[in-house]
């Protein structure tokens, strides 16, 4: 181990939290309490995730072209995700089939896991979508335009494989890791339509997802750009609370409390609803939406959806937070 390449933070198990602000407290004649404060320390050392690599492997997802799919874009960025996996020593695990979309397309798609320590019983999933959205449907100038999908997808790519290249190293978390990178996300009715013509990829495994189960999941969308922040998603408050506790207080305990907002938003249907209502599987949802304007940004659906608001900052915020939640099990 090479200290240079970790941080450590020191962390107290039984602390007693109300909300997601987290209290310790001595009394003037408490000094057996602080003696099992310290007694029950413990020391958590996770890699330094490098915002440099994630932004790569995200410049790498849209330099093929929007990944819509049954295209030949979307087809050569599946195929370097399943390669990256494996470079890094993943066992790697590729669901094929095929979705009608509510418009009537049929689809060849690919949901991908990466398993990292595939042999232990107490699993964490890491999860995101790699598919983009056929057409810029909000955007003002070309709503039938193709865009880069850089945040709303190649994001969350680029965080999991950056987050695959430290698993690959030789101080690995003592709990099994799954990446899983969901398709068939983005192609759904807007404007009240059907909300389950969202999601297909999610919907398609969690209904046949065999035998595997996982300790609780954490769906990332949206969360490479510069000002992101990421409040309390409601499906996520009413169906995984604790993990939304321990993800959201794990963020302000290494400085990134500033993107990790303790502020509640609406319920959204994304990828987690379907992992928790069918698959029955604590997820939350770690995504970019402002509440105070019910908005996702002036980007998203859009051709601004390109590498000019991606930052490096947000990569790493959300990317060292989820290497500290992990590293801590």
């Known amino acids: 181990m090479k200290n240079s390449k970790m941080r450590r933070f020191l962390t107290y198990k039984g602390l007693v939290f109300i909300g997601l602000v987290f209290f310790t407290s001595c009394s003037d004649s408490g000094k057996n309490e602080n003696?099992?404060?310290?007694?029950?320390e413990k020391k958590v050392v996770f890699p330094t995730f490098n915002a440099d690599s994630a932004y790569a492997f995200v410049q790498k997802q849209v330099d093929f072209g929007p990944?819509?799919?049954?295209?030949?874009?979307?087809?050569?960025?599946?195929?370097?995700?399943?390669e990256q996996l494996k470079a890094y020593g993943a066992e790697v695990k590729v669901q094929s089939f095929e979705a009608t979309t509510y418009d009537n397309v049929t689809l060849q798609l690919r949901n991908i896991m990466g398993s990292f320590n595939p042999t232990a019983k107490k699993r964490i999933l890491l999860a995101t979508h790699w598919d983009t959205r056929p057409w810029a449907s909000k955007d003002p100038q070309d709503p039938t335009a193709e865009f880069d999908g850089a945040n709303d997808g190649a994001s969350g790519v680029g965080v999991l494989l950056e987050i695959a290249r430290n698993l690959s190293s030789k101080d690995k978390p003592e709990v099994g890791i799954d990446l899983l990178f969901f398709d068939g996300e983005d192609w759904g009715e807007e404007n009240g339509g059907d909300v389950d013509s969202w999601c297909l990829g999610s919907q398609y495994w969690s209904?046949?997802?065999?035998?595997y189960n996982a300790y609780y999941g954490i769906l990332l969308d949206m969360v490479g750009a510069k000002g992101?922040?990421?409040?309390?998603?409601?499906?996520?408050?009413?169906m995984a609370k604790k993990v939304l506790e321990k993800v959201w207080s794990s963020a302000s305990k290494i400085g990134y409390g500033q993107y990790f907002v303790a502020k509640k938003q609406g319920a959204i249907t994304d990828?987690?609803?379907?992992?928790?209502?069918?698959?029955?599987?604590?997820?939350?949802?770690?995504?970019?939406?402002?509440?105070?304007?019910?908005?996702?940004?002036?980007?998203?659906?859009?051709?601004?959806?390109?590498?000019?608001?991606?930052?490096?900052?947000?990569?790493k915020a959300v990317g060292e937070t989820l290497l500290y939640v992990v590293y801590s099990e």
């Open 35 to 40: 003696q099992e404060l310290v007694a029950s």
């Open 67 to 82: 990944r819509i799919p049954n295209t030949e874009a979307h087809e050569k960025a599946g195929d370097q995700i399943i």
């Open 207 to 211: 209904k046949n997802k065999g035998n």
């Open 228 to 238: 992101a922040q990421f409040p309390l998603e409601g499906y996520s408050y009413q």
């Open 271 to 315: 990828d987690h609803y379907y992992v928790n209502v069918v698959a029955k599987i604590p997820m939350i949802d770690v995504l970019d939406y402002n509440p105070n304007n019910g908005s996702f940004g002036n980007y998203h659906h859009t051709t601004k959806d390109n590498m000019s608001i991606i930052d490096k900052s947000t990569l």
